[in-house]
C-alpha cells in the first residue's frame, strides 16, 4: 500500500560527523572550525527539537518582556535558542561570541580559536504562524588584536558560514572553503547530507521584497519594482512573481533553491536609513552563502563582504540572489536614466532590458 511505503521510507546520507572529520583531516588548521560546526549543529538540532513541539513546550512566540540590543522585544524562543546556542558554544574552541541577543562580545574560552556570531533565531515573527524560522552563523578565525577585531572585518574572512532552517523538515546549509551543502536532520535528531550541491539558479522570475514599505523607498528601488510589476508590458518584457516569507532564512533558502532576487533597501523611516538587517549576524553569512553558490550580495551599490562595520549590531541594506538580478539592482542606482523615466515611454529604458 501507499501509506506502507512512506511510513517505511528511510533517511539516508552521509552524517555530518563524518563529513566534518573528512574535512578536517583534508586541510591544516581546521580542528577549530570543525569542532564549531558540529556544536553550532548540535544546537540547531535542539532548538529544531523545541520548535516541533510548538505550543506544547509554552509559549514560544510570547514577548519576554525584555528588548535585545537593537531595542526589538525578545520572545521566549529568541532567548531559548541564545541560550542552546551559547551552551553548545561554550564546549566547542570559541574565543569570542557575539549574537543579536547579547549587548556585548562575551569571551569565552582564551585560548579559543574561532569567534562566532549568531542571530539565535531568525524570523521571530513567524514563530506563532508555525511558518519558516532559522538561525544564522558566522564564524571567523579570532584576531590577535581581541574581541572587537575578531567581528570587525569584512565578511570575506569567514571561514565558515551558514544557517538551519526549522520548516516542514530541518536543513543545516553551510559553506567552509568551497561550495555550499545541505544537510537534514534525521528523526534521529541527525544531519545527513543530502544530494544537493547548491548553485543558485540563474533564470527566475521572482523577487522578495517588503512592498508596503514602497513609499518609503528611493528612486532607484523604486523604479527596480516598478519595473518588475509592469510585468510583460513593462521595459523587462516578461511577468514577475514576487515572494515574501518575513524571515531572512527562509527567503533565502528559497533563493538557494529557485534562485530570485531578496531585497531589502535602507528607506526613508527613522530607524530604516540603512536598512534593518544585521551586517555581522545577518548579511556576511548571508552573503557569503549567496557568492559560494555563483549568486551575489550586495548593499544594492557595494559588495557586502567587503563592508567592515563599526558597530556590533550595526545594519544594512542587502540586495541577494541570482548574480544578474543582484547586478541589475546596482545599474539602477548607477544610472541616471532611472531618473528620467518613470515616463509611461518604458521603452526608453532599454537599458534594463534582458
Ligand atoms: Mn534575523
Ligand atoms: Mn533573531
Known amino acids: 500500500m501507499a501509506e506502507a511505503g512512506i511510513l517505511t521510507q528511510q533517511a539516508t546520507g552521509e552524517y555530518l560527523d563524518a563529513y566534518l572529520d573528512r574535512w578536517r583531516k583534508a586541510g591544516a588548521d581546521r580542528d577549530a572550525t570543525a569542532a564549531t560546526m558540529a556544536a553550532l549543529a548540535q544546537a540547531t538540532a535542539r532548538i529544531s527539537a523545541l520548535i516541533r513541539l510548538g505550543p506544547l513546550a509554552g509559549a514560544l512566540g510570547a514577548e519576554t518582556g525584555g528588548a535585545n540590543a537593537d531595542g526589538d522585544s525578545q520572545k521566549k524562543l529568541d532567548v531559548l535558542a541564545n541560550e542552546a546556542v551559547l551552551h553548545a558554544l561554550e564546549q566547542a574552541p570559541v574565543a569570542y561570541f557575539a549574537s543579536e541577543e547579547e549587548d556585548e562580545i562575551q569571551s569565552l574560552r582564551s585560548d579559543g580559536a574561532v569567534a562566532v556570531a549568531v542571530d539565535p533565531l531568525d524570523g521571530s515573527s513567524n514563530i506563532d504562524a508555525n511558518a519558516s524560522i532559522g538561525t544564522i552563523f558566522s564564524v571567523f578565525p579570532v584576531s590577535p588584536a581581541g574581541a572587537t577585531a575578531s567581528f570587525f572585518r569584512p565578511g570575506s574572512e569567514q571561514v565558515a558560514a551558514g544557517y538551519a ?29 543530502a544530494d544537493l550541491r547548491i548553485a543558485i539558479p540563474k533564470a527566475s522570475r521572482e523577487y522578495a521584497i517588503n512592498a508596503s514599505n514602497y513609499r518609503y523607498w528611493r528612486e532607484p528601488i523604486r523604479d527596480f519594482v516598478d519595473d518588475l510589476i509592469a510585468g510583460a508590458e513593462g521595459p523587462r518584457g516578461k511577468d514577475f512573481n514576487m515572494r515574501w516569507l518575513a524571515s531572512l532564512v527562509g527567503d533565502t533558502h528559497r533563493i538557494m533553491q529557485r534562485g530570485g532576487v531578496f531585497l531589502y533597501p535602507a528607506d526613508a523611516r527613522p530607524g530604516y536609513e540603512r536598512g534593518r538587517l544585521r551586517l555581522i549576524y545577518e548579511a556576511a553569512p548571508i552573503a557569503r552563502l549567496a557568492e559560494r553558490a555563483g549568486g551575489g550580495a550586495t548593499d544594492g551599490q557595494k559588495r557586502i563582504l567587503e563592508k567592515i562595520p563599526s558597530e556590533l549590531h550595526e545594519r544594512t541594506p542587502l540586495v541577494f540572489g541570482s548574480a544578474d538580478k543582484v547586478a541589475r539592482v546596482a545599474r539602477y542606482y548607477a544610472d541616471p536614466s532611472h531618473q528620467r523615466a518613470r515616463s509611461p515611454l518604458f521603452g526608453e529604458r532599454g537599458l534594463f532590458r534582458d
Open 165 to 193: 532552517i526549522y520548516g516542514p523538515h530541518t536543513a543545516l546549509v553551510f559553506t567552509l572553503d568551497e561550495g555550499v551543502d545541505i544537510f537534514v536532520l534525521d528523526p534521529d535528531g541527525r544531519y545527513r547530507r
